[in-house]
């Protein structure tokens, strides 16, 4: 996304989507562009658009959850949220487009439908006529941008077209149905403009297909890969993205759901095994209590009908079901591909929605007396023993939300200290690629790299060597903090031509015969390298050419005698 920003800022740039990604908009990028603009190229000023996305995203959910519940819920759903784990933190930060901008499209499609059933009649006289119709011509804004951000805000207007339908289908008769339609259009405009002119198997939809079959991955029977799939979305996905730390486990190979043998085994128990299993008690506590008022509601209508009172309770709650299915929907279709069994914590991302359904998982926890107490008056006679179990569910209560706000302290903690941190990084396997595929990184850990890549840079750039080539992990970095004084294409293990997303910088080096070669020492590409330089086989005799280098802990391989 910094690179995108920086050919839309300065080389005049406009894609649609990120760069051979077909299905992930490219806001992003243009909010980036922007702040290279005003304040110049860093990495501060990429975030800096990930940041107002978020604060947007803060404001929305006090708003929502303010006007689904009270208050007290949407203050403690705001301290939740500005906190969290280190993996929560991440994707607040990271540009690689789609996550910030769902819970910003999500937010906005439930906020704008809970306003428009609230403030619906129930003989579907239509109150606030220009107000209304323009709330649901931004609804189809809304849902027009998140369609063109991912693919991930379908559950949101699916949960939520379902309640207008419900609770405002007379003014499908009005001119509602229009509006939405226009802002859906022109929402989604970029969408509809990349598919019309994409060639042949190059459509969002193959994009998104693919995505989501993770065609790289070994083909395993369903009897084997279903077992892993519910393994790592239960007790890797979702810990990751529901902010329990410090994650120990990122691959459900090294995964055991029970061990204690010593206090490291328990914490990982408690993080992988304990966690989720209570975040899944706590939706369905969540969902019952919804059902159940939900049931009662049905029975008087039947009966008698609603009072405005009650029917403005019956949406309420129906919204709260919405919240509830919309954190659900997604954990049930990632459950469904391979990436939760093979990349649990990268893929991840794909569940962080679910940070929208927060508010509906802690209203029970602040406000439960409300159901609590007549129900346990309903399971007993006995008064005083109802009163005690109504008190014993507020201590539980209060002591899951004091836990759950030590754990995301916690994970704030740990995440700027580099205190309890994960378990080491696999030599054999690239620093950041770990820090995206199978664990996060703390910041003290990251600084450290930070100044390792720079200090590259810097040695880089005074041996002349501004072409190169290298991993995945490293090219787009180096070409980002250099400012594109570096140029770099992708090579794979092998040393094998690699996924080069910005088929420019491929051809810049293809066209340098002199450019270098720079690994992470000991990384897979420098053993292979290594091993054709020393090769006796005729056909690696151009490796010969080359020149080994110990630089800032990478190996770089030129031509010319450094």
Known sequence: ????????????????????????????????????????????????????????????????????????????????????????????????????????????????????????????????????????????????????????????????????????????????????????????????????????????????????????????????????????????????????????????????????????????????????????????????????????????????????????????????????????????LYMLSPNSAFYPVATSRYLTGCLVSTPALLAPLVSGSNVVKPLALRLTSRVTLALRLARLSVVLRRGVLIVVGLVFVLGVFSTFTGLLTPPAVDRHEDVYYTQVSTQHLDVPAVQALNRQEAALIRDLLQLGARHVYSDYWTCDRLIFQSKERIVCSVVQDTLAPGHNRYAPYSSIVKADPAAAYVFHAGSQPDTTFAQRMASSDEKFHTFKRYHRLALDGYAVYSINKI
Not at 4 to 12: E, L, T
Not at 152 to 172: A, H
Not at 179 to 205: E, M, R, V
Not at 303 to 317: D, F, H, P, Q
């Open 1 to 332: 996304m910094g690179l995108m920003g920086m050919h839309i800022a300065f080389r005049g740039e406009r894609p649609i989507f990120f760069y051979a990604q077909g299905y992930m908009g490219a806001t992003e990028a243009y909010l980036a562009a922007i702040m290279f603009r005003l304040f110049g190229v860093s990495s501060f000023t990429l975030r800096l658009g990930l940041i107002l996305i978020f604060a947007l995203f803060l404001l929305g959910m006090y708003l929502l959850t303010s006007l689904l519940y009270n208050r007290k819920v949407a203050l403690l759903t705001l301290a939740l949220l500005a906190l969290g784990s280190n993996p929560m933190l991440m994707r607040e930060l990271i540009a690689v487009g789609g996550v910030p901008e769902t819970w910003l499209a999500g937010t906005c499609l439930l906020l704008l439908t809970a306003w428009l059933a609230l403030s619906s009649s129930a003989d579907g006289s239509m109150r606030n006529h220009w107000p209304r119709l323009a709330a649901y011509f931004v609804w189809g804004g809304a849902a027009g941008f998140g369609l063109w951000s991912h693919m991930l805000i379908l559950p949101f207007i699916l949960v939520s077209g379902i309640v207008l339908l419900v609770f405002c289908w007379r003014e499908l008769l009005s001119f509602a149905p229009l509006c939405l339609l226009l802002g859906l259009l022109i929402g989604s405009f970029p969408l509809i403009y990349y598919n019309l002119t994409a060639p042949p198997g190059k459509d969002t939809l193959f994009y998104a297909v693919h995505a989501m079959e993770a065609g790289d991955s070994p083909q395993l029977p369903l009897q084997v890969l279903l077992p892993m799939q519910l393994k790592g979305v239960l007790f890797i996905s979702l810990p990751t993205v529901t902010g329990a730390n410090p994650l120990c486990y990122g691959s459900v190979y090294t995964l055991p759901l029970l061990h204690m043998g010593n206090i490291h085994d328990v914490r990982c128990t408690l993080v992988h095994t304990v966690w989720p299993l209570g975040v899944i008690l706590l939706w369905l506590f969540a969902f019952g209590l919804t059902l159940r008022t939900l049931w009662a509601l049905r029975s008087q209508f039947v009966n008698k009908g609603w009072s405005v009172a009650e029917r403005r309770e019956a949406i309420r709650s129906s919204l709260h079901l919405a919240l509830l299915i919309s954190g659900a929907l997604p954990v049930l």
